[in-house]
């Protein structure tokens, strides 16, 4: 499936561009669709659901780590040590974030990420509560620490990494995509068309150039 776009600039939520709204994880079309996914992602693209199982994505592969979930009334996912709440995955309700980070349950994610260090957006959209024990992961955490989030239905855990593709890439990979796209068109005008096929030398020119940029990422 492919990404829809989340809109930057209505924080702390996420909503999705052309709408108004905070989208509503346990309601609506992409609540169906959830239903029939494997996993749910959230990065910089946007939002996505996909049939496959995320497991996959071992702790330890890579820059993928993994915290257990539940499911939430209050967000898309929660995480709770016993019956206590420490942790939300993009709440629909109003983020709060504690006034005192050291009463914050520990994990891969505030370790990495000691004292809110994720959200550095000056118009985050949250609010600092004195007496909460809980640390909630917003669309500022996403956007500000490029995260790349995935939730694996089935096992009932979140996989994040940090996203730290260049813009380099992103933009050499667009071309890329722009000229394989072009080139797929132009075989098919030629079967159709019943006509020879043009000089090959600028295909195996970007041949060489992606090994070579690939090689030296």
């Known amino acids: 499936m492919p990404y829809a776009a989340i809109d930057h600039s209505v924080m702390p939520f996420i909503v999705l561009e052309d709408h108004q709204r905070p989208l509503p994880w346990h309601h609506g079309p992409h609540f169906t669709s959830r239903l029939a996914a494997g996993f749910t992602r959230l990065n910089g693209f946007g939002l996505q659901h996909g049939r496959a199982e995320a497991s996959r994505l071992a702790e330890g592969s890579g820059s993928w780590r993994s915290e257990p979930c539940l499911t939430s009334h209050e967000a898309l996912r929660e995480q709770k040590h016993g ?3 420490t942790m939300l995955f993009f709440p629909t309700g ?4 504690p006034e005192d980070f050291s009463r914050i349950e520990r994990n891969s994610f505030t370790r990495t990420f000691p004292n809110g260090s994720s959200c550095t957006h000056r118009n985050s959209g949250r609010s600092v ?20 989030v ?12 940090e996203d730290s593709t260049g813009l380099a890439t992103q933009v050499f990979v667009c071309a890329l995509a722009v000229y394989i796209v072009t080139c797929v068109a132009n075989n098919i005008k030629n079967i159709v068309a019943n006509s020879e096929m043009g000089a090959l030398w600028h295909q195996h020119a970007v041949l060489v150039a992606t090994v070579l940029f690939i090689g030296a990422e």
Not at 94 to 97: L, M, N, Q, S
Not at 129 to 148: G, K, N
Not at 150 to 161: E, K, L
């Open 150 to 161: 995935v939730f694996d239905h089935s096992a009932g855990r979140v996989f994040w990494r």
């Open 94 to 97: 109003a983020v709060a974030i």
């Open 83 to 85: 019956s206590v709440s």
């Open 129 to 148: 509560d004195q007496h909460d024990q809980r640390y909630e992961v917003s669309l500022c955490d996403l956007v500000d620490a490029r995260l790349d």
